[in-house]
């Protein structure tokens, strides 16, 4: 099998050809249909994350080892099944879902694999789809497209599942409240597909970019508004037409997330998506004379991909 390798951080990736692996155990063996290119992995390509304060997050440290194949926004053919796997056949096509965990802890036993504090993730702690094939540990990580194109399906498994688990810790406020969504990149795009499909009342778009800015209003924004205008904070305000109770940053830098607090009514929501780096901009007491919610969002859990996949094939959403 050829595979494209990061073999150094930061360095080109290296095409790579080794013995197609066999399937032992639970394991599968799937030929890649279609695999997607992730912002995330070009901080993984450049092996961590700004923090802030002169500061940086090491992939290395973290327990990321060289050479890996890069890639968990993948679609496969099953071709081959280890002696003790189920649940699918040869030919079958399936969504691969990337965010492993060891499935022994009692994270993993709730559902939430994605939170294991001992990860296994495909594309990051196991070779991904930047591959002609991909070893998959267990069925249970494969999801049936029921008829979804594969190409557009592939970044499911992280942009649409990332935005959709966002989503879902604001799902009391969008009906009845217009939101604010930072970034009009791919999350930005598939949040307002998502939000009109899951019953939100709009959202007001914030982006540097006058290319992205056109892109939401096409994609059904409110309003789309230049993050670079000193007056930014009062367009919001006015585009949304009254306080703002929810804000998702899909960008994650000191001053998106200042402007998101900001902009954040008594008992309002920042949920922090964007990994773009830096260090936390507000003023501590502030929080709490607010009554500010601010939480972190990371990927989503095996049953929201399956329900966004279904949501998808439900209303017909555009990729």
Known sequence: MQSFQVTEFGAPLVAVDNPTPKPQGAEILLKVVAS?????????????????????????????????????????????????????????????????????????????????????????????????????????????????????????????????SALKKVEDIFPTHPIVIIGAGGLGLMSLSLLSAMGGKGAVVVDIDDRKRQAALEAGALAAIDGRASDVSSQVLQATGGPVHAVIDLVGSEQTATLGFDLLIKGGRLIMVGLFGGAAPWALPLIAMKAATIQGSNVGSIPELRELLQLVKAKNLPP
Request: hydrophobic share 35%.
């Open 36 to 164: 997607g290119v992730c912002h995330s992995d070009l901080h993984l390509w450049e092996g961590g994350y700004e923090l802030g304060h002169g500061k940086r997050l090491s992939l290395a440290e973290r327990g990321v080892r060289l050479p890996r194949t890069m890639g968990h926004e993948t679609v496969g053919e099953v071709i081959a099944l280890g002696p003790e796997a189920s649940g699918v056949g040869i030919g079958d096509i399936r969504l691969i879902y990337p965010w492993m965990g060891c499935g022994n802890c009692a994270v993993c036993a709730t559902g939430a694999e994605h939170y294991c504090p001992s990860p296994r993730y495909m594309g990051i702690y196991r070779d991904g789809g930047y591959a002609d094939h991909v070893l998959v540990p267990d069925t249970r990580y494969l999801i049936d497209l029921n008829g979804l194109d594969p190409l557009t399906a592939a970044p499911y498994a992280c942009s649409g599942l990332t935005t959709f």
